[in-house]
């Protein structure tokens, strides 16, 4: 076993060297840069910035294209690095990561480790409540779904699952605001941020009532298609166990339903399930921006969505890089987790 996760970890080496050279290269090559951004401000800024002749000097005969001289853009070009080949940059950015420093934000103009903790919070909540409550009521749903099979149960909630799968998260957040927040029904729930402004004024109990409040409507638009696949996986995964020969023989033995059912079948039957245990890695980073911009959140997605648009190269390459290691350690957890949950597999 040992030899086996030594091996994992080794093969994580290059697939994360890949994983950044790829995206290193792609966001370099892609037109625009952070310069272009910076020039765009200061050329902006020169155009407002004089009433008088000042303004007009600034401009020359180029009009706006003259507010910034070669001067300066070489300057900002050396600032952030730019003026050294591509290659090079790369190295320069690996051997930074040894020390864990993924450089510094263009946009925010700090370092990028405190740009992603200071999103972190909001996307971590989300992740972490969305995936205790995805298991808590898919596995024992899927449980039961299987042993009332073809039931009026087992029709009715696939009917109602399968339409939560079929609504888009962002349509039913526009929903539950048009009929919840505000909109033109009932103001029942606050939209905006993760608790009250009078929050640090509340008492323990009241500031958990808080939280739950501002969380209920953003929490359900982001597990509204969550449930569907594990509860059906946990379903057909339990009822294919049960028409097995060693279960014909638990039955035989005199075993009741019960038993046949939770002792001999479920611990085979979570197999399959263990496949995503090791996902609860990446709800450290879980963030949808559509939903993050409808109920105003300042969470992961705006983050990722707002670096690709600014080119703000340092915060991209920081968050694939964690979140590339952190799925790949997810990967090697779930293959560990196949050994708890079944014995019989050896990795070695």
Known sequence: MFQYI??????????????????????????????EQKIQQLRFGGAGGGEGGGGSAAMGANGKDSAVSEEVIEALRTQYGFDKPLYMRYFIWLKNLATLDFGESFTYEEPVIDVITS?????????????ILTYLIS?????????HNSSKFDYVSSFIIFAMYSIPGFMLAILLIVFFAGGQFFDWFPVGDLYSDNYEML??????????HHFILPLISYMIGHFTILTMLQKNSLLDEIKKDYIRTARAKGLSEKKVYL?????????????????FLTVFFAGSLLIENIFNLD???QLGYKS????????????TFIQS????????????????????????
């Open 308 to 319: 690709i648009l600014e080119r703000d190269y340092n915060v991209i390459m920081g968050l």
């Open 325 to 348: 290691i952190l799925m790949l350690v997810g990967n090697l957890i779930s293959d560990l987790a196949y050994i708890v949950v079944d014995p019989r597999i050896d990795f070695s």
């Open 6 to 35: 030594l091996r994992r970890i080794l093969i994580m080496i290059p697939t994360l060297l890949g994983v950044t050279v790829i995206t290193f290269g792609i966001i370099n090559l892609a037109p625009g840069s952070p310069i």
């Open 139 to 147: 596995v024992p749903l899927g449980i039961f779904k299987a042993i």
């Open 119 to 131: 999103k972190l919070p909001v996307s971590l909540q989300f992740g972490i409540i969305s995936l």
């Open 263 to 279: 002792k001999h079948a479920l611990r085979n039957a979570l197999i399959p399930i263990v496949t995503g245990i090791g996902g």
């Open 203 to 212: 008492g323990l109990g009241a500031k958990i009532l808080d939280r739950v």
């Open 299 to 301: 969470g992961m997605g």
